[in-house]
């Protein structure tokens, strides 16, 4: 099975969220990405695993 590969804007509209906003937390290393050569590039199987994650944290934070 090939995971399928996300750029910054098609994360950007899968996240709802803006391309600029996505930047600085991908440099922040928040969210997992690649860079390849000037460019970020994202499996989407890890963006789902790293939602999951951060969903988990933040109901454990409101328990």
């Not at 098609?10 to 709802?16: H, S």
Request: net charge positive; hydrophobic share 40%; proline share 3%.
């Amino acid at each position: 099975m090939v995971d399928e590969i996300l750029t910054i804007i098609e994360l950007a509209k899968y996240l709802k969220l803006k391309p600029r906003t996505l930047y600085i937390k991908v440099k922040k290393g928040e969210i997992p990405g690649s860079r390849i050569g000037r460019t970020w590039r994202f499996q989407k199987s890890l963006i789902d695993k790293w939602l999951e994650e951060s969903a988990l944290d933040r109901d454990k934070n409101l328990i």
